[in-house]
């Protein structure tokens, strides 16, 4: 029985836009190409995602969620404020949408720090010459997006924004049940993914007035369910053993047969993937690390929710997948958020007092934003910074004795740090982190040091030499701040090395140059994976990697 279409109303933008019935505000939106902040995932917890219900009949909305009032408050839900990620709709409505819901991007006008400006030795294909391109790094929570010019050789510009997918789950595990319960839901997806993508080129677009179908050429690299998700595969044998995808070679479509309108007859490239849980993400940053060139023994880290390691040893190229998790994004945190204006990226207790004082970002220091919530460098800099003053133990417990003028318990009767003051932020409510944060911080650095020391176990060395962390948060993580909460272990700081969104690096290298693309294929055919899951030492590696370091 197909569900009922129900009309949407926005009175500012004199527009119409279609949802089913059960379906939540946020989702029709998205699907419609409006994106909305939603910093905690469509958890209801951020409350960044507010409407205003100017219009709606009895029972056209389900009622306020606890969620919803926490957020909100009562008194504005009662005026007829909701979340668009909990409110869900059962009739025609009619909405108002505040400037301050709507996701605004934050452009970095330079290119990637891994690549020269411009971009040497690379060659560009005569028909696109005198075009543009774009490359995309699509993660499970955060995607990337490079507008390219082929005939200066260099980036333009760049924008990121959360992956609107998250509404369905933090991690790849959850969106492939969602899509094998309910095939429908592969379509949606799609779709979310498609409008994020092009409401990104849209936004570089007006910033840099660019000729539309002039954009020729994309290429997208991501996790395998990302890019099956992308594509529209459905990718529920990823989610049952032996975890085999549905296919692993380069693809191409054309942007008009999955959704994209500013040019429908670019085409969009998809890296190959490597096996089930080995992307073209990590396929595309060991191109631009030039992993195959680096001494034996260096690691490879792309940090992200799925986190990816590649090792190069006398053996050759090996490689695993840790499932992380996003904490290290900010995204399974309560007060997590991408790192905007408004974000904590980094945090220093007083030793004496236990007070903590934030750095908070500000790109545009004209108009500072007040705090809102915290980052992924900003996650790992409180772990690192509570362990340093003795907030936590070894085991990740909270020692409510250290500066008890600073402890609490939530509304869940969960502990918790305060770290900012209601007074002092965005939207009034205290930035926290709780006992469940830590778990979220331990599971995932835990999951990575074992990927990491399990890989150089096989390869027959000791520790690694050097590891090369990318990411979109490798730019900024602190070596001191990582090593502290043992994310890497047996190395010395000067051997770990930064290299920003390699993933991005190497889409934006393919883009420019088809020689990466037929490097991809050697690589993968060069590279011995490693399961994690089914290694004999898997259990007894990762429970006491879960502990911080003494």
Known sequence: MRSKTLTIFLPSQDRSIKAVAGQRILEALINAGILLRADCGGKGQCGKCSIHIVEAEANSLSSPTDNEIRALGEKRVASGDRLACHAEIYGDIAIGIPDTSLLSAEVAKKGLPM???????????????DAYGVAVDLGTTTIAVYLCDFAAGSVIGSTSMRNPQIIYGDDVMSRITAVHREPAKLQQLQNMVVKAIEWGISHLHRIYRIDRNRLQRMVVV??????????????????????????????TIRAQSIGFKF??????????????????????????????????????????????????SKKGLSATSCATGPAFEGASIRHGMHAVSGAVDAVKIDPVSGEAFCSII???????????GICGSGVISIAAEFYRRGIIQDNGRFERNSFPAFFRSDEDDMTEYILIDGAKTANRRPVTFNQKDIRAIQLAKGALSTGIMLLCQEAGIEAPKQILIAGA??????????????????????????????????????????????????????????????????????????????
Not at 115 to 129: F, G, T
Not at 278 to 297: N, R
Not at 502 to 524: T, V
């Open 263 to 312: 040019n429908p007859s670019a085409d969009i490239i998809t890296l190959p993937l490597i096996s089930g849980f080995l992307g073209s993400d990590i396929l595309a940053a060991a191109m631009a690390a030039d992993l195959e060139s680096m001494e034996e023994g260096t690691i490879l880290v792309d940090v992200g929710t799925n986190g990816e390691v590649m090792l190069r």
């Open 362 to 372: 500000q790109n545009n220091p004209r108009r500072p934003k007040k705090p809102s």
């Open 115 to 129: 690549l020269p400006d411009p971009i040497p030795s690379v060659h560009v294909p005569e028909k696109l010459s």
């Open 222 to 251: 991501g996790n395998s369910t990302m890019i099956h998700l992308f594509a529209g595969e459905d990718p529920s044998s990823i989610g049952i053993f032996p975890y085999s995808p549905q296919f692993t070679a380069e693809r």
């Open 473 to 550: 948060f490798g730019s900024h993580i602190n070596v001191k701040d990582a090593l502290t909460i043992g994310m890497f272990t047996h190395i010395e700081p000067s051997n770990l090395i930064t290299i920003g969104n390699a993933a991005g690096a190497g889409a934006i290298l393919a883009l420019f140059d088809d020689a990466y693309r037929r490097r991809a294929a050697a690589i993968i055919h060069d590279t011995t994976v490693l399961d994690l899951g089914s290694h004999p030492k898997f259990q007894e590696t990762f429970l006491d990697a879960l502990s911080f370091p003494q």
